[in-house]
């Protein structure tokens, strides 16, 4: 009898131990902000037409949230003496990734509070008519005001890598995020070419945007028909909107912008518009970093600086090749496509880094391979095309793939997952604004040794080959202007004096390129620093969901248990 009573009393400790293991499990897999595992998911879930259709909207914001810019980059110099010129056209890039880098850590937090869908279908709406109104503007301003509105857009288009990522199990985020990827290749990979081969066309460079309309409505539709996470009252049981609005820190949102814009402007205009020693460019430098230090408080990632190579070697390299290499569209076109090509290979090649492990070790192989190889590209000749193009390729797969892995970390490692919007909405804005800073800083240094080297080194050369001091400006104006009808104005012009003229422009041209591509060093050192610091997610690499989708107008996740993609019971 006693025995009996010993086992019962056994059984029942072996229980409640059970039910107290179950509950810390059910407590912590909780806490962490997950709704569900995979496992649990109703049959069909990843085949139901919501997710699907959700996944194409992810893919199609992407590819034209990257293609805003990346198509545009290559063929500034086009756009600009077509509907120009105007020497603020390098805004048309920056008018993108600056509220770019803005916005996405608003887009990231507010939707964590108020639910996501509707902040994606305005952004994609609002990229939509930027596309517009860049296809059919008629001066570079106009062409500005559109990326602007392209990069408000871009905002809720790139913050998809946490839309995906938060629908799929922790250990297949790389996977999705490279499958995302792999629908940006026209826009990014072959960005150049694509753009290169719209100018050729009928539609001529204005074809990038109708393409840009075409995808930016595809994502669109598929936002309003297939898109329905949890609403605002799914998330805030028994809250108002009005009180999350009044515990947002919008002290912190005007510090962040207005700080960001006034950095910028400064950093910007510096040796160009104003002296770096003006009032102006001091003011605006230390104005507008205090108010970035007091918001960000330093928090750097080192793959935000990686991407800054990729957002201003866009512009940089596109003018390396038509300057020192090749005059021809078509061949142009392809090679200025080689930063974006080794980007987009680096970065659908992400999906490796689950099945590798330890990131860390990841991080420090293609940040020293990567950098290393930017930093060679600085033997840059006017000869050495096969050598620069095969540099650039391998530098840049290296530091794609970096990015992405990175990216998808930012939003594994927080405590929870219910705030996977503010985490990776911040890691994205740091992102886009030190690609902003990169690109501001790359393409100062080079304007400022071109303005440099072109006068010192091209008039002499003219001299020494036989042209009159007196047509000298002519023929600069005229190189500067690239019409044939120019040079044949120029007073005692010959073609070997062409010929010395023109590749005196190149060795000056690749003595500028030398410096920017000597500047990455800076850049990817303190990368590699901060990458002794990046974890490894070897142990997060579980079934854990961190959000599912719905039934339209229903708290049911679809599809529903029981029931088919299509409504009907199953048995």
Not at 6 to 19: G, L, M, R, V
Request: charged residues 10%.
């Amino acid at each position: 009898m006693a025995t009996t009573e010993k086992k019962n009393e056994k059984h029942i400790a072996a229980q409640h131990d059970e039910a107290v293991h179950d509950q810390l499990e059910k407590h912590e897999f909780a806490s962490g902000g997950f709704d569900m595992r995979a496992e649990d998911l109703p049959k069909g879930y990843y085949r139901s037409q919501f997710f699907i259709g959700t996944l194409i909207a992810s893919s199609a914001s992407w590819a034209a949230g990257c293609g805003g810019f990346a198509l545009a980059a290559p063929i500034l110099l086009v756009i600009n003496a077509d509907v120009g010129p105007n020497p603020n056209f390098v805004w048309i890039a920056l008018g993108y990734t600056l509220p770019l880098a803005i916005g996405q850590t608003l887009i990231g937090r507010l939707s964590d509070l108020f639910g996501r869908r509707y902040f994606f279908i305005v952004g994609s709406t609002i990229a939509l008519v930027g596309s517009i109104v860049c296809a059919t503007a008629k001066n570079v301003p106009a062409i500005i005001g559109g990326t602007v509105l392209i990069g408000v857009g871009a905002a809720s288009q790139l913050s998809v890598v946490f839309v995906m990522g938060e629908l799929v199990p922790m250990k297949h985020r790389f996977s999705v995020n490279a499958f995302v990827y792999i629908w940006v290749t026209p826009y990014s990979g072959f960005a150049a070419a694509v753009g290169y081969a719209f100018v050729a066309s009928p539609a001529g460079w204005r074809g990038v945007y109708y393409l840009l309309i075409a995808t930016n409505a595809l994502a669109v539709f598929c936002w309003v028909c297939f898109y329905f996470p949890p609403t605002f009252e799914m998330k805030h049981i028994g809250k108002t909107k009005l009180q999350v609005v009044k515990d947002f820190d919008f002290i912190g949102l005007i510090l962040f912008s207005g700080g960001f814009v006034v950095f910028l402007l400064g950093l910007s205009s510096g040796g160009g518009a104003h002296p770096w020693d003006s009032a102006f460019v001091i003011g605006t430098l230390v104005a507008g970093g205090v108010a970035l230090i007091a918001f960000w408080v330093a928090m750097v990632t080192m793959f935000s600086i990686s991407c800054s190579v990729y957002y201003a070697f866009t512009i940089v390299w596109p003018q390396i090749v038509f300057t020192l290499y090749t005059s021809d569209d078509g061949l142009g076109g392809i090679l200025s496509s080689l930063i974006t090509i080794g980007t987009s290979i680096g970065q659908c090649s992400s999906f490796l880094s689950g099945y590798i492990g330890k990131q860390r070790y990841q991080f420090w192989f293609t940040l020293i391979a990567g950098g290393s190889m930017l930093a060679a590209c600085a033997c840059i000749t006017p000869d050495n095309k096969a050598t620069l193009c095969v540099l650039v390729t391998l530098g840049l797969i290296c530091l794609g793939y970096l990015d992405v892995v990175g990216l998808a970390m930012s939003g594994m490692v927080i405590k929870d997952q219910k705030e996977i919007g503010a985490a990776m909405g911040i890691a994205t804005s740091i992102r886009s604004g030190i690609s902003t800073i990169g690109t501001a800083i790359y393409t100062t240094i080079l304007d400022n040794r071109l303005g440099k080297n072109i006068p010192a080194i091209v008039p002499q050369a003219l001299i020494a080959a036989g042209l009159p001091a007196s047509s000298v400006p002519a023929w600069m104006t005229a190189k500067a202007a690239g019409t044939a009808a120019g040079f044949a104005s120029v007073k005692g012009n010959t073609p070997a004096i062409m010929a010395a003229g023109d590749y005196a422009y190149k060795v000056a041209s690749a003595d500028a390129y030398r410096t920017v591509f000597l500047s990455t060093i800076a850049f990817s050192a303190i990368a590699l620093i901060l990458s002794f610091f990046a974890p490894n997610v070897d142990n997060l690499m579980t079934s854990d969901v961190a959000t599912t989708l719905h039934k339209r107008g229903h708290t049911d996740i679809i599809p529903s248990k029981g029931e088919d993609m299509d409504g009907t019971e199953t048995t």
